[in-house]
């Protein structure tokens, strides 16, 4: 090295008399002391930095030690929500189909119940109406006429039917009235004259016997035995025509009459049947009519009353009291509440959130939801009201994970929690950012060390004790952590000393150890910073390789917040 830089020196000596050789000499021998000045600081800044780092690390010059101690601290879990209305009503429209908007209350203003929101146009409405009353005038004058001929339809059926029923009354009668008095009748005067017959015919042939004898006798004359014989022969055939009566009534007269009369009776029956069916069929023609037509007017009156209420839905009326917030839609479909703007259907238009009873809704990583309770405290802050804290409490937790954002990070998972707060303030607003912090437990008078002191790979924790290059790594079971201070179960003792900055080659040669399971350390328990709590919540936050110490990377390499892993 001198060689060279001799060499350097002599081929930048100018050739002179010996004031400029001794000149000249000078000014080598400063280039050269230069040249190893600048040679030695290279050196030094290559290779020393490391070693410093080290030794920085340690300790062994300006050590970061923590003594670790019993103390008594609150176990947080924090995180970043939204204020909101424990009750909160939408005022929706309900007129049917799209309105227009004609006139809003403006947002922000505190309103009574029943006072006036929104009113929508209403002359689409109103022409309904119209046309509807004039449809229910003619149909109510049909439905009267129709209940009329019903009516007058009844009364002539009434009418036919008794005409019917008179019928086969007087066949009955006029059966009964020949069985039981004609034929009667008939038989007995056939019966009489065959009978008048038979005795007529007796005394003509006794007649006629004795002046037979007298004839021969020569008591008669011839003329006299032949009036004699004609007069039994009259009766002879009397006696014939009386029988062949008999036998005409009995035989053919009576059976055909009483078939008449029979028969007779029967069509008054058919026809009392037919008129009775006819009544009925003709009845229920004109009721179904009726019914129709009540029907119909019921529709129209049924639309008159709907079109009356959807009239009176256009000013939509304050159901409660509270502060008017405009409804302003989703993100990707925006709808500006305004005059002139439209609405549709079961659309809402304002919320009323009522401000006595206030809500945080903040969601919370999985990691933590076993850590969070029904009825734990919360301290709260609001984000434009500086130095005021308000007290609240736990009161509902999703029993599901939202995943309104998965579509930004499938791998969070949140649940959505609800604190409630104890005493509400005027200046509360729905929608104001709020801080908190959920009160998990106290722990009292336990060993801790701070939270940057810990480090954790393959589910094993580790601290570092100072010794070596780097400090020692030494394997502990942590319980539950704040923001500020880790639980040690075991591992270290009481006044026992540890590294709150390591180098980063000590953590990455942590050892290769498999997974504790709750067998090996029931009492160890993972924790997670307020620094990982964040980027768990951010949406695209960093998942870490499993079996790697991550940084919290709040601070620089020797903070005493810094060198922190989970």
């Known amino acids: 090295m001198s060689s ?7 081929v930048a000596v100018p050739r002179g008399n010996s004031e400029s050789v001794r000149t000249s000499t000078t000014g080598r021998k400063l280039l050269a002391a230069c040249a190893v000045v600048a040679f030695l600081a290279t050196v030094s800044y290559v290779w020393g930095i490391p070693f410093l780092r080290g030794r920085f690390a340690t300790g062994a010059e300006n050590p970061e030690i923590f003594t670790v101690t019993r103390r008594s601290f609150p176990v947080l879990v924090q995180s970043k929500g939204e204020l909101k209305a424990k009750i909160t009503t939408d005022v929706k429209s309900r007129v049917e189909g799209r309105a227009t908007i004609i006139w809003v209350i403006d947002e922000g203003v505190s309103v009574k119940e029943g006072d006036l929101l929104v009113r929508l146009a209403s002359d689409e409405i109103e022409e309904k109406i119209l046309r509807e009353e004039a449809s229910e005038a003619s149909a109510i004058a049909a439905l009267e006429a129709a209940e009329k001929d019903l009516e007058i339809l009844i009364d002539q059926n009434k009418s036919d039917i008794r005409k019917a029923e008179l019928k086969v009354e007087l066949a009955e009668i006029d059966r009964k ?11 007995m005067d056939a019966e009489l004259e065959l009978e008048r017959a038979e005795q007529m015919f007796e005394r003509a042939k006794l007649d006629f016997e004795a002046a037979e004898k007298l004839h021969e006798q020569k008591y008669k004359t011839k003329s006299e035995w032949l009036q004699a014989k004609f007069d039994l022969e009259e009766s002879q055939r009397g006696l014939e025509k009386g029988r062949l009566s008999l036998h005409i009534l009995q035989t053919y007269t009576h059976p055909k009459e009483l078939r008449k009369l029979d028969s007779d009776l029967d069509e008054a029956r058919k026809d009392l049947e037919r008129v009775r069916k006819s009544a009925l069929a003709k009845e229920a023609q004109k009721v179904a009519d009726v019914e129709a037509k009540r029907a119909n007017l019921i529709n129209i009156q049924t639309n008159l009353k709907k079109f009356r209420e959807q009239k009176g839905f256009t000013e939509i009326i304050a159901p409660t009291p509270g502060l008017v917030v405009y409804e302003t839609g989703h993100r990707w479909d925006p709808r500006k509440i305004a005059e002139g703007s439209e609405v549709y259907e079961r659309q809402t ?27 734990q405290r919360a301290n709260v802050e609001i984000e434009g009201l500086p130095n005021k804290f ?3 409490t736990v009161t509902k ?4 994970a939202d995943s309104r954002n998965t579509w930004l990070n499938p791998e969070l998972k949140e649940y959505e929690t609800e604190i409630t707060l104890e005493h509400s303030d005027p200046s509360f607003k729905p929608g104001m950012t709020a801080r908190v912090e959920i009160v998990v437990s106290e722990l009292d008078d336990v060993l801790c060390v701070p939270l940057q002191a810990v480090f954790s790979k393959g589910g094993r924790h580790y601290i570092f004790a100072p010794g070596g290059s780097d400090g020692t790594p030494v394997e502990v079971s942590v319980g539950q952590s704040s923001t500020e201070y880790v639980e040690i179960v075991s591992g270290v003792a009481e006044r026992d000393r540890v590294l709150l900055a ?19 350390a029931p009492n160890s328990r993972p924790f997670i910073r307020p620094e990982q709590a964040r980027s768990m919540n ?10 790697q110490p991550q940084r919290t990377g709040r601070d620089g390499p020797n903070s005493r917040r810094s060198a922190g892993r989970s």
């Open 349 to 375: 238009i304002v919320t009323l959130p009522d401000p006595s009873v206030m809500n945080v809704i903040v969601r919370i990583h999985e990691a933590k939801t076993s850590m969070i309770e029904e009825g």
């Open 390 to 392: 308000f007290a609240g």
């Open 4 to 10: 060279m830089i001799d060499s350097a020196a002599s």
């Open 177 to 187: 009235k020949y069985l039981e008095g004609d034929a009667k009748k008939a038989f």
């Open 502 to 520: 390591v180098g980063d080659d000590a953590t990455r040669f942590l050892p290769e150890l498999p997974p504790l399971t709750a067998k090996d």
């Open 538 to 547: 951010a949406p695209n936050g960093p998942n870490p390789s499993p079996g």
């Open 397 to 400: 937790i999703a029993p599901l």
